[in-house]
């Protein structure tokens, strides 16, 4: 399967964004889809992840500021963040696996796409 992440930008403290992973391939409907960010000088770090049953897994940091969702007939799966900080400024990348979730490790998603940049000003 080939992601394309897409919806960055910049934006101000408070504000909201939704980030889109498309997806291509005939089996995306049987992928767990995770959100994963990476701010200048920091570890790679897990955001959100939504299973192929549509089972959701929001990081501390995020809740109640995240929802991700998913669209299987379009092969897309959204990350609504909302009261932005200028903490959230990372490159953000979606990654698949196939079948369930299995955690939060970036090294249990086979496959990533391209990041793409969140830039919050305060």
């Known amino acids: 399967v080939q992601l394309q992440a897409s919806g960055g930008g910049l934006v101000q403290a408070g504000d909201s964004r939704r980030l889109a992973c498309a997806a291509s391939g005939r089996t995306f409907s049987s992928y767990t889809v995770g959100w994963f960010r990476r701010a200048p000088g920091k570890e790679r770090e897990f955001v959100a992840a939504?299973?192929?049953?549509?089972?959701?897994y929001i990081a501390d940091s995020m809740k109640g500021r995240a929802t991700i969702s998913r669209d299987n007939p379009e092969g897309t799966v959204y990350l609504q963040m909302n009261t932005l900080k200028p903490e959230d400024t990372a490159v953000y990348y979606c990654?698949?696996?196939?079948?369930?979730?299995?955690?939060?490790?970036?090294?249990?998603?086979?496959?990533w796409g391209q990041g793409t940049q969140v830039t919050v000003s305060s």
């Open positions: 990654a698949a696996l196939p079948g369930p979730y299995r955690g939060a490790a970036p090294h249990v998603y086979l496959y």
């Open positions: 939504i299973s192929f049953s549509g089972s959701t």
